[in-house]
């Protein structure tokens, strides 16, 4: 049957989404396009995780604006959801927890339907001795999603432990959309570690180039520019609504080192 030996996947995308653009939504179209199209994947759900405000990056607003933005952003969407697990912990969250967090929830979520399927053909196991047996629902495959600067980033010094990288990459898996200028081949061809792993990594080509920043976002907010359709609408007025993105808030954490290269940074000098 058509579909019955496709792995089922789920998209998770971490970031700071300060704000979300339309452009980190068409990211989730070109990732399920692409897996998709190679015949092998059928992609049945997209995650958005906003990071925690503990991250400390420079003009980070706080985390319940950022979801807000998100679940508005997505509201209408079939596939597309927020989670705001990693944004309320307290602390800043390594990626890989947060993958592992989502992982774990998936596979709860199979052993419910199980369970659930379980009880429901109870009465009808008498019929299916000797020929077959109810087959336990495989849990989706969770991959990573995230635009060539995610990737290019893992050899910043400090911003990543390699066993973090080798354990996404190993385990889970990477969609990597590309950008212009960018060139993600070369990339992996020039890291022994992302070479190890380049079979678990797809590389989306982005042939409608769209460089929408929310870096360029902010700075056009700060300058009372109009942003209309390079964000969702709602996600518009919710920014005007509560007067977000201005000068004071770009200063945030502006004299904070960012919290994984705190992290980091003391561990590999201890």
């Known amino acids: 049957m058509e579909g019955q030996n496709m792995s089922k996947v789920v998209l998770l995308a971490c970031g700071s ?37 503990g991250y400390k990056k420079k003009g980070l607003i706080e985390a319940c604006h950022r979801v807000e933005m998100v679940r508005l952003a997505t509201e209408n969407s079939q596939w597309i959801t927020v ?99 960018s060139d993600p081949y070369k990339f992996i061809h020039q890291s022994d570690l992302l070479w190890k792993y380049r079979k678990n990594i797809h590389v989306v080509p ?6 929408i920043s929310a870096t360029h976002v902010r700075r056009a907010l700060r300058r009372g520019q109009s942003v209309r359709y390079l964000l969702p609408d709602d996600v518009v007025h919710y920014i005007q609504e509560h007067q977000l993105y201005n000068s004071d808030t770009e200063q945030k954490n502006v004299d904070v080192i960012l919290a994984p290269l705190q992290r980091y940074t003391g561990a590999s000098s201890s």
């Open 83 to 181: 989670d705001s697990w990693e944004c309320l912990q307290p602390e800043w969250v390594e990626t890989l927890k947060v993958i592992r967090h989502h992982y774990e929830e998936q596979m709860a979520a199979e052993q419910n339907e199980d369970d659930v399927d379980t009880v429901r053909y109870a009465k009808k196991r008498r019929y299916l001795e000797g020929t077959t047996h109810l087959k336990i629902r495989e849990c989706p495959q969770l991959m990573m999603l995230c635009g060539a600067d995610v990737l290019e980033s893992f050899v910043i010094p400090n911003l990543w432990k390699q066993d973090d990288i080798a354990e996404i990459l190993g385990r889970y898996g990477l969609v990597c959309i590309t950008r212009s200028g």
């Open 17 to 53: 989404f300060n704000p979300i653009t339309n452009m980190h939504l068409r990211m989730f179209e070109l990732a399920r396009d692409h897996l998709e199209d190679t015949g092998r994947y059928r992609v049945i759900k997209g995650i958005i995780s906003p990071v925690s405000d």
């Open 206 to 211: 982005e042939w409608v180039t769209n460089e």
